[in-house]
């Protein structure tokens, strides 16, 4: 089968968990334990590491990859639908819980699933004050070749191409002190930019990355999209304070709700620039492709996004 799950069959829940998946009946789907001699060889002859969490081997043609975390969850809805992933979501999470409690290396945010916790960390990371020299490396340049290969090769990345078409040549890089994000642009959807994962946190199997757009609406909204093309929140000015919602669309994503919590509250704590942001919009309504040449929009939203999607969807 093109997909399948890996799960710890030394844990009873982890078992459980992946049991109630495979009576799911998802065509494409198979369910197999980390231990099983195939899956092992397969790992093997691709030169890949066996995972450490639950996660779900791809096969793409000829090319053997992992997906965990964030790209494994976007794989899983595209597979199966929001409904079924939503369920599938929540058994890996008991799954993934079972597993570190049994290695006595659970903790609180383990426990939260990365929500709350996470939240936490998002917030006192972002409103920390830059040091003059790291004030001094923010701007936006041009990304450089290998940074920009490596992205290509992050599957974050080939999903959003797979969703908007292939990326432009030129590629830009988005620096504030220890953050960095490269910036694609899309030759079939010229308003929409990818924003990618440029720390070293970013691995070929789980690299954060979201869609930014600017909509006409009102004073103007600065809109953030999975990689999947499914929009997610809306970041905009009223009264002169930022506001984040999330979109009604992605309102019956349950399986994601804490962790789209976490987002919406990371980046309303994250003392985004108001005149900034409205300066963003200002250039990215300049007409179409204009959003690619707007650095504001990469600094004051950008970044802020990019740090919030890593610490809430880890």
Not at 122 to 131: D, E, F, Q
Not at 254 to 260: A, K, L, N, P, V
Not at 263 to 273: E, G, P, S, T
Request: proline share 4%; net charge neutral.
């Amino acid at each position: 089968m093109p997909f399948t799950l890996l799960f710890d069959a030394g844990c009873l829940a982890c078992s459980n968990a992946a049991r109630e998946i495979a009576e799911m009946g998802i065509a494409g789907l198979d369910v197999r334990p980390l231990s099983d001699p195939a899956v092992l060889d397969r790992l093997r002859q691709a030169g890949l590491e066996p995972p450490d969490r639950p996660a779900l081997l791809i096969e793409d043609g000829d090319h053997l990859r992992i997906a965990t975390g964030w790209a494994m969850r976007v794989a899983l809805v595209r597979l199966t639908g929001w409904n079924r992933a939503d369920r599938i979501v929540r058994l890996l999470s008991i799954e993934r819980r079972a597993r570190l409690s049994r290695s006595g290396t659970i903790t609180r945010r383990t426990a939260l699933g990365g929500g709350l916790a996470a939240l936490a960390a998002a917030i006192g990371s972002t409103i920390l004050p830059r040091s003059a020299a790291q004030a001094a490396t923010e701007g936006v340049f041009t990304a450089a070749g290998a940074d920009v290969q490596r992205a290509l090769g992050a599957q974050a990345v080939r999903a959003a191409i797979g969703t908007w078409g292939p990326v432009m040549s030129h590629v830009q890089v988005a620096t504030q002190g220890s953050e960095s994000v490269l910036v694609f642009g899309f030759q079939n959807n010229p308003n929409v930019v990818l924003l990618v994962d440029n720390t070293a946190a970013a691995t070929p199997t789980n690299t954060a990355a979201l869609g930014m757009t600017v909509l006409k609406t009102g004073s103007g909204v600065i809109r953030f999209f999975d990689t999947s093309g499914q929009a997610l929140v809306d970041l905009s000015v009223r009264s002169n304070q930022i506001v984040v919602t999330q979109v009604a669309a992605a309102s019956g994503l349950t399986e994601f709700g804490q962790d789209i919590l976490c987002l919406i509250h990371c980046l309303i704590q994250a003392n985004i620039d108001v005149n900034c942001i409205l300066a963003c919009i200002a250039c990215a309504e300049g007409g179409i492709g204009a959003i690619f040449n707007c650095p504001r929009c990469f600094l004051c939203a950008g970044l802020h996004a990019i740090h919030c999607l890593r610490a809430c969807f880890p």
